[in-house]
Structures are given as structure tokens and as C-alpha cells.
């Protein structure tokens, strides 16, 4: 794309400065000539008419009283055709000369001729002036050019990169905008698809949930009513109800793994992070804005620690809720990560925290809505948030109201995890 625009302006430049070129360079050589007759034209009429006022006063001419008149190294030659005379001032020329010649009212010529050299130095210097203005336009053609072409081509690979991540379910918005009113029309666009996309994935997962636990509930149900059959004292009943009860607990088997593979397939991005890490790295960047606010973030991370995430994203998840304590909240920041303990041993927890006020109750329940602020903000952070967490198989949550906590939950990796999409295997009917 570079390249395109590069060569397209530059050519356009170099058509138009030879188009213009040329004729100034022929244009500049005809002036210098046509300067340099004019100047011969007035001597020689000049000479002319002093030598018709000697003839006509009866006087001898004598070419001396016009030396002045004549250009140094020039050649003066006058005809008188009645007598046959031809006088001369100055050595004959030979070659290139300028010449121009008027008649005498009192019968007879005159002609000023000089060394045509000097006029076609003058002509060559202008030439080359105007060549030189050529060459150096293009050369400013081309710098523009270069600069025009980098100002659109990077915006450009920056969008095309944007709509990329977009597709990969990377939802976060770039408030990155171009001084192009086109471009950034366009960055807008990709701004709003990534928020109601962001939505969509979230009512998506959220469905998925509510459909999961009603089938997990009633398949529970079902298999307590037919455990119940299974121990009456009709052998066929028994039977019979152990067959279905198989069978609902094989069901129960296949909904667990079809929806582990629904959570593996949204967390494709997701890899093993070293928690520590990645946390102090993203406290660094965020203590200078706090600082500059007068608070203070504090770290307190388990050692060892290790989450199934998009390395992305959760800075940007973290990012978003440090961003909403420098906003909303007050006082010092607290960023703490630890294992969920023993009942959820398979969760990794982050928490963010800080010492203000807390979230209003009215507020609690609608918080990770979008359009739903407290202090006049945008409203989509939260809800951005919470939608690249669940890309990732996690949760984002509001486990507190006062002190504010927002908690990620994130699953911990376990061996033998692959990037990709594991479904479950056939098994055969029994």
C-alpha cells in the first residue's frame, strides 16, 4: 500500500514538473535571445540614425563617433549602395553570430553583428537553472510523497491490525485516533462493532450458563427419581430404571464436556502466565498515574501462582479496573492475587481494591452494564472488562461493595492443556 501511493504521487509530480519544465527551459532561452537582439536592435537603430544625420548635414562619416555604441568585441558594417562604400568597425566575425541590420533613410545599411557565445552560455546557465528547479521539485515530490505515503500506510496496517484482533475476540477499544477524517470514521466504526460485539459475547456466555445449570439441574432431578426406581422389588423395573439412570448419567458426562469444550474454544488465546510477573508489571505502570493523584498501589501475590489467560487481555481487564479506582475510587490501591483455597482449588483469584467510598447499592447489581457509570464516564470499561475475562473462561465480579473489591477469577492450568478445541470422544452405544 506504501509502495502504491509512494510510486502514484511521485509520478504525478514528475509528469507535472517535466510538463511544466520544458516549456520554461524552452521559454527561458527564446527571453534570453530575444533580450539579447532588443539590445543589438536599439544600437543598431541608435547608429543609424547618428550616421543619417551626417549624411544629411553633408558630413563625411566617420564610425568613430558611434564606437561607443557598439558592444565590446562586436563588429560594425555599413553600406552605402549608391557609392559602392562599405565601412567596418571592429575585427569581422566568423561562426555563430547575432546579427541585426536596418536600412539608412539616406540609402543605405547598417548591421551590428556580435559573438553569438556569451548568448548561449546565458541560454545553458538558464537551462540548467530550470533543470535544476525540476530535479529539485520532484525531489520535494518525493519527500512528501514519503511522508503522505507513511501518515496513511501506518494508520492503515494500525486498523487493519485492530479489525484483526477484533476477530480474534480481543474486544478492547483503541482511542487511538489518525487526523484523517476517514480513518477515524472508521476507527469509530471498529470502536462500537468491538463494544456491541463485546455485549453479544456476553449475553452468549451468560446463556450458555443459565441453559447449562437448568440441564444440570433437571438431569439431577432425573437421576433422583430414577434412583428411586432402581430399588423397588419388580426386577424388571429395576432393571429397566438402572438402563435409564446409565444412560442420564452418560448424558450428564457428555453436557460437562461439551461445555469445557465451548469454554476451551472462546479461551483459544489463552496460555499459562506466571501471575507474579505479569502483575508487578502492570503495577509499574500504573503507580506513576496514581502517584500523580497523591495514592499509593500496594502488591500482595501469592508465590507461585499460575492462570490460564491471554496475557493481553488480562493486562487490559487489570488495566481497566485500576483505572476505574484512580477514577472513582480513593485512597491507597490494593492489587492482590491468591489460589481460591480448598473449595475452589482449580481458581486462581485477583483482586482490586481500594479505600473509598465503595459502590453506591443502587448501582451494585448494573455496574457491568455499558452505559452504567457512577462519575460521568463512559460507561464501558466494566463492561468490556468482564467480556474479555469470559472470552478467556474466567469471570469478572463485584465481590464487594465496601471496601469496592472487583474480583478475576481465572482457571489454573492443568497438564496436557493444548492450544485448540477438545471434543469430547464418540463413545459407542451400549
Not at 4 to 10: G, Q, S, T
Not at 213 to 223: A, C
Not at 323 to 349: C, I, Q
Request: proline share 4%; net charge negative; with cysteine.
Amino acid at each position: 500500500m506504501r509502495r502504491r501511493l509512494l510510486l502514484a504521487i511521485l509520478l504525478a509530480v514528475t509528469v507535472t514538473a517535466c510538463l511544466l519544465g520544458i516549456p520554461l527551459g524552452y521559454t527561458a532561452t527564446a527571453v534570453v535571445e530575444s533580450l539579447t537582439r532588443d539590445d543589438l536592435g536599439t544600437r543598431v537603430r541608435l547608429i543609424a540614425a547618428t550616421l543619417d544625420d551626417r549624411v544629411a548635414s553633408g558630413r563625411r562619416l566617420d564610425l568613430d563617433e558611434v564606437r561607443l555604441a557598439v558592444p565590446p568585441g562586436g563588429h560594425l558594417l555599413v553600406t552605402l549602395p549608391d557609392s559602392d562604400q562599405r565601412l567596418s568597425l571592429g575585427e569581422e566575425l566568423g561562426g555563430d553570430t547575432v546579427s541585426e541590420e536596418v536600412p539608412m533613410v539616406q540609402h543605405g545599411r547598417v548591421r551590428l553583428s556580435i559573438d553569438a557565445g556569451p548568448m548561449r552560455t546565458t541560454q545553458t546557465q538558464v537551462s540548467l537553472l530550470v533543470a535544476l528547479v525540476v530535479v529539485a521539485t520532484i525531489g520535494i515530490g518525493f519527500l512528501v510523497a514519503s511522508v503522505t505515503a507513511r501518515r496513511l500506510a501506518r494508520p492503515l496496517r494500525h486498523v487493519a491490525e485492530r479489525a484483526s484482533r477484533l476477530g480474534a475476540g480481543d474486544f478492547r477499544l483503541d482511542r487511538t485516533r489518525y487526523r484523517v477524517h476517514e480513518l477515524d470514521r472508521v476507527a469509530e466504526a471498529l470502536d462500537a462493532s468491538a463494544t456491541a460485539l463485546a455485549q453479544l459475547v456476553q449475553r452468549e456466555r451468560e446463556l450458555v450458563g443459565d441453559v447449562s445449570h437448568q440441564l444440570r439441574s433437571r438431569l439431577t432431578s432425573l437421576q433422583l427419581r430414577i434412583e428411586e426406581l432402581t430399588s423397588v422389588k419388580d426386577e424388571d423395573v429395576a432393571r429397566e430404571a438402572g438402563a435409564a439412570l446409565e444412560q442420564a448419567e452418560r448424558l450428564a458426562d457428555v453436557l460437562e464436556e461439551l461445555m469445557t469444550a465451548a469454554r476451551e474454544a472462546r479461551a483459544v488465546g489463552a496460555e499459562p502466565v506466571d501471575l507474579g510477573a505479569e502483575l508487578v508489571g502492570i503495577a509499574d505502570e500504573w503507580r506513576a498515574p496514581l502517584r500523580a493523584e497523591g495514592r499509593s498501589l500496594k502488591l500482595r501475590i501469592q508465590e507461585g501462582l499460575l492462570a490460564k489467560v491471554s496475557p493481553a487481555r488480562l493486562r487490559e481487564v487489570i488495566g481497566v479496573l485500576l483505572d476505574n479506582a484512580l477514577r472513582h475510587g480513593g485512597g491507597t490501591v490494593t492489587l492482590a492475587a491468591r489460589d481460591g483455597g480448598v473449595t475452589s482449588g482449580d481458581t486462581v483469584l485477583i483482586e482490586v481494591t481500594d479505600t473509598g467510598s465503595g459502590v453506591p447499592d443502587e448501582l451494585a447489581e448494573h455496574i457491568f452494564e455499558r452505559g452504567v457509570s457512577g462519575g460521568g464516564s463512559t460507561g464501558l470499561g466494566l463492561a468490556l472488562a468482564r467480556a474479555l475475562i469470559d472470552s478467556d473462561g474466567g469471570r469478572l465480579e463485584l465481590s464487594a461493595k465496601r471496601p469496592p473489591t472487583f474480583t478475576v477469577f481465572l482457571p489454573v492450568p492443568r497438564a496436557g492443556d493444548v492450544q485448540g478445541v477438545r471434543w469430547p470422544a464418540e463413545r459407542s452405544p451400549r
